[in-house]
């Protein structure tokens, strides 16, 4: 390969890269067995009930548990104008990851997760209807999870 065309495709590499880094902040997949819950600070285990925040900056900050992200943005974890997002695994399709202001909680006792808060995230419809009916529990939106999560004392 000639210099030119080997410094050619070193320009496009930078240029892609380049692009990479000024992408809105988003969320990324978990590193499960891996990284540590940044509240807890339990090793990820399990996609059905984790969580993320992204900052303003790019940087993702994990959760092992829905209830550890809401507690943690609660408490004020993270100055509210450095939060871009929240995401959180659908219970329904654990490899699927939605914005967490956008989904339903199911909140029940007899719901076991990896901090205990009882909580799952599903996308709105028949599946967290039918989720809802057959375990029992009640439907929350976001704000009820995180003013449910600044009553509950930290485990």
Do not use: N
């Not at 285990?45 to 900050?61: F, S």
């Not at 995401?87 to 914005?99: E, G, L």
């Not at 909140?107 to 989720?131: C, E, F, K, N």
């Amino acid at each position: 390969m000639a210099i030119g065309a080997r410094a050619d495709r070193l320009v496009a590499l930078g240029a892609i890269l380049a692009a990479a880094a000024c992408t809105t902040p988003g969320p990324r997949p978990l590193a499960f067995g891996v990284e540590e819950c940044a509240r807890c600070h339990m090793t990820l285990a399990d996609p059905h009930y984790a969580g993320e925040l992204v900052t303003t900056t790019g940087k993702v900050i994990p959760f092992d548990d829905v209830g550890c992200l809401a507690a943690f943005v609660a408490a004020g974890g993270i100055a509210r104008d450095r939060v871009h997002s929240l995401w959180v695994h659908d219970f329904a399709q654990p490899d699927s990851m939605f914005d967490a202001t956008t989904m339903v909680f199911l909140q029940h006792d007899s719901i076991r997760t990896p901090m205990d808060y009882g909580l799952v995230a599903l996308r709105p419809g028949a599946t967290a209807d039918s989720l809802r009916a057959r375990r029992g529990g009640r439907l929350l939106s976001w704000e009820a999870v995180l003013a449910l999560t600044r009553v509950r004392p930290a485990r």
